[in-house]
């Protein structure tokens, strides 16, 4: 491949992109997505490379106007190339884990509902064994953090849903969902300091 | 093959009763929140901020600058967050893919 300056990338690939330069990115891309899928998928990498590449080509044509050129041109659309096939294989890995899991029990999926609730509010001795501590972070769960944080923090840490299928169920983007459980966990995290515990106080419970 | 596997897995469950119970359970999810509470702090930035450095990060760090002063806020969301530091490393490899 030819070496190209980050200002020569961007000539070649506005307005009209010029065959040779579009070719050659195609190929780093195609390369690169079979490089590191290799050792994470065990299936026919052709089938679906292609399409990776396809897609990652026109959003990198769409959104070259936005490269600040704070990286080298090819090392921006590996990284969109990258987010476009991680997010289609995470779509198929969870398509694959629901439907395994409609013929299961989830124990863990009421685990954020305050009908579970088995004792608010433990005392000081409950907390020192394990089942005093789980009532303790439920009660917290239940009693500090809205509706959506307890939802978002199901379908996320206890459902293991991708944040894009996540964001999507719950009607916003990944930022924003990223966004709505750190809130969650920097109020979980300080009214456990409020009542004089640490996390890691509660984890020696655990051990 | 993974629902296939997974079904045989669940099956086997079932026969043995090596399903957790729900106490355990509950245990499981308890430590997973406060390790995640543990690590957990004020500031942080959220995907999108990262997605728009990772690649100046991923150049840095594939030069062998350490992690934790280049941008130490994009290091500490890449230990949070699971779905980052997957794109981070795939990033990564296809920076060492050998040319054609």
Redesign the interface.
Known sequence: ?AKRTNEEWIKLLSDEPDEVALMELR?LLD???R??LS??L?TNLDAIVEDFVQESLLKIINKIDTFRG???FT??A??I???V??TEL?RR?WR??S??EL??SR??ES?FEPKIMSDPNPSPEDRST??G??AL?QNLIVEELTERQRRA?TLV??QGM??EVAAEELGTN???L??LI?DA??R??KK?GEKGM???D??SV?E | MATIINRVRQFVQQLFGQTPEPEQKKEQIVKGLVKALDLTEEREIACEEVFEVIDQYAELVSQGESPDKVMPLVQHHLIICGHCREEFEMLLDMLNAKPA
Do not use: C
Request: charged content about 30%; glycine content about 4%.
């Open positions: 491949m190929d390369r690169g997505l490089y590191t050792s994470r065990n704070e990286s080298q090392t921006w590996q990284k190339a990258v987010r096939a991680l995470r890995r694959d884990t439907l395994d013929t299961t124990d863990g685990f394990r089942s501590m789980i972070v923090m840490m206890l991708p944040l990944r930022n924003a990223y966004k750190h966990r920097v979980l995290k456990l640490t996390p890691e509660v984890l655990f």
